[in-house]
């Protein structure tokens, strides 16, 4: 049975733009925030990570900073992008951890879980 992915639409209405590919990310893992019915934990806000909030996830229970090579999981650094669970991104955002994001390779998803907003104000790719 194929994936069918949700439309591959931006928080800004536009076309969704890659988040990165080195390492390779989302959950499809082809660079971009796309989502489907398989992505339970909604991956979606394309994040740029930070030294304190990738220690935030991990004090969490959600290491993101050690490989797991069995899992084809390289560990993050500062400077990668990501695609974040949603959920992660506002809970980091509450607890004034949020990492900044690329709104035009954020799926629009995100704003079920984030405010536009919220969004907005960590934006690294606004003019």
Known sequence: MATVLAESINVLGEKL????TDPETGFYRD????????????????????DEFLAYSRSRGNDLSTPMPANGFPGLR?????????ARWQEAFEAGRA???KLRAT??????YCSLDDLKRHAIDLS
């Open 99 to 101: 990492p900044r994001v």
């Open 78 to 86: 500062a400077g990668d992008a990501w695609c974040l669970c949603a």
């Open 31 to 50: 660079g971009c925030c796309n989502t489907g019915p398989e992505d339970r934990s909604a991956h979606v806000v394309c994040a740029v990570m930070t």
């Open 17 to 20: 733009e890659v988040c990165g």
């Open 107 to 112: 799926h629009r998803l995100a704003l079920k």
